[in-house]
């Protein structure tokens, strides 16, 4: 026997009846986007690796350690592409936005659902294949709509069924209120260099920023005694702060501000926030975005702003596991018994109509090549199903130019014999049937 093959770690499959969730998910967003006329946009998986490490940014530990890049083969010159599996899906609408020339007639509200790909130590709600759910507003620099993608998101929670959580908000400024605070913030860690571990030394002259992100407890009173921030913004990023949290205080919006909250990507200014559960352990960031208004110029498009944020699906799925009015399997209406194989091409034809007619119905099928297996047989497949009805195919019913139609879900028959009965060439009445 050949060598049992599995699937990559950290990258899952989606079974039914799993799958399910996800498909209810993602309609719930569909619907969700466009009440906000938030469009569809999709985008490749592969990218340049450039494109993130520009995008991301170079000392970030998502294009330093986690991003699954190669060299593609060679082409007819010689020449190797440097490609990446797309880590996160920012960095790439802004690369389509910016080489479409999207923003030529105004700004533009996107939505993107699908997979990233990062090499983590897969964890609980963390995964090396994972899903994102992202909305990103491009072209538009007003605190109103960093605003209205919070409350898209807050929509979103509440058309999940989803309380149990907070939103967490903070504001980087500006590229020349962050080299303000950058100095102070080394001179800070390095009066404090005994204090910090080797990932915050190494980031102490890079990246400090970032050291404030840091979930080691031991660093807990060093970081939270260093500068903050918010104290070296200028009047324009205080009134844009302010702005924000006018507007949510006014839509009812609970917020909290973090002082602490930096994000994880170079790209971002002004607004961040974040919504977070105490329900996932260490993974309990559910959603994540803010403000990159220069970004676009920094991937060589015309300079223009731009909010956005993007949720994990796995993780926002396992807060819904509990709940009773997440549709795990739609039943079939009906699954259709077929006695011999002989009857078949009548009932493919009938069955087919039906699902025109947008009935759900399964069709029983043989496992062996010899017939269609026992009649008991198939209504212990029928029962199983979820079915409301049994479709009976027999040869005397099929004499008649009938169908029989059995209720599975009930204790008697609720149907009169009349009812019972159906005629194939009379789809529409039967039909109406089957949804009762």
């Not at 309990?284 to 699906?313: H, N, S």
Request: charged share 25%.
């Amino acid at each position: 026997m050949a060598e049992k093959l599995t699937a990559v770690k950290g990258m899952n499959d989606i079974l039914p009846p799993d799958s399910a969730r996800w498909e209810w998910l993602e309609d719930k967003v569909r619907v969700l986007m466009g009440r906000y006329a938030y469009r569809n946009i999709r985008t490749p998986i592969l990218e340049h690796t450039q494109l993130f490490v520009r995008g991301i940014g170079e000392v970030t530990d998502i294009v330093e350690k986690e991003m699954y890049s190669f060299e593609d083969r060679a082409d007819k010159n010689g020449a190797h592409d440097h490609l990446t599996m797309r880590p996160e899906n920012t960095a790439s609408v802004v690369r389509a936005v910016t080489e479409h020339n999207m923003l030529y007639d105004g700004g533009k509200r996107l939505y993107y659902m699908g997979p990233m790909f990062r090499r983590e130590r897969p964890q609980r709600g963390r995964y090396r294949q994972f899903h994102q759910i992202g909305a990103e507003a491009l072209g538009f620099a007003g605190a109103e709509v960093d605003a209205e993608l919070i409350l898209l998101a807050v929509a979103l929670w509440k058309e999940l069924g989803l309380s149990d959580w907070r939103l967490e908000i903070n504001s980087l400024g500006q590229p020349e209120e962050r080299a303000q605070h950058r100095a102070q913030l080394i001179a800070h860690f390095e009066q404090n260099a005994d204090l910090l571990d080797e990932e915050a030394r190494r980031r102490l002259h890079s990246n400090p920023l970032r050291i404030l992100d840091s979930k080691n407890p031991a660093m807990k009173a060093v970081i939270e005694s260093a500068p903050r921030l918010i104290d070296f913004l200028g009047v324009p990023s205080l009134a844009h702060f302010e702005s924000l949290k006018t507007i949510l205080d006014a839509n009812g919006i609970a917020w909290t501000l973090n002082h602490r909250l930096v994000r994880g990507l170079d790209y971002y200014n002004l607004t961040v926030f974040e919504f977070v559960t105490d329900r996932l352990g260490a993974q309990g960031t559910i959603c994540a975005g803010g403000r990159y208004d220069y970004l676009i110029e920094q991937m060589g498009g015309k300079p223009a702003p731009a909010v956005g944020w993007a949720l994990g699906v796995e993780r926002v799925l396992e807060l819904l596991k509990g709940q009773t009015d997440v549709v795990v399997t739609p039943a079939p209406d009906a699954y259709a018994v077929i006695a011999e194989s002989s009857a078949l091409p009548a009932a493919s034809v009938a069955l087919q109509a039906l699902r025109a007619a947008g009935i759900r119905v399964q069709m029983h099928g043989s496992t062996t090549a010899d017939g269609m297996g026992s009649m008991k047989s198939q209504f212990k497949k029928a029962d199983g199903s979820g079915a409301r009805f049994a479709l009976i195919f027999g040869a005397d019913e099929l004499a008649q130019g009938c169908v029989a139609v059995k209720p599975l879900r009930s204790g008697k028959s609720d149907l009169t014999p009349s009812q019972s009965l159906q005629r194939l060439d009379d789809i529409a009445a039967w039909s109406d049937t089957l949804r009762s």
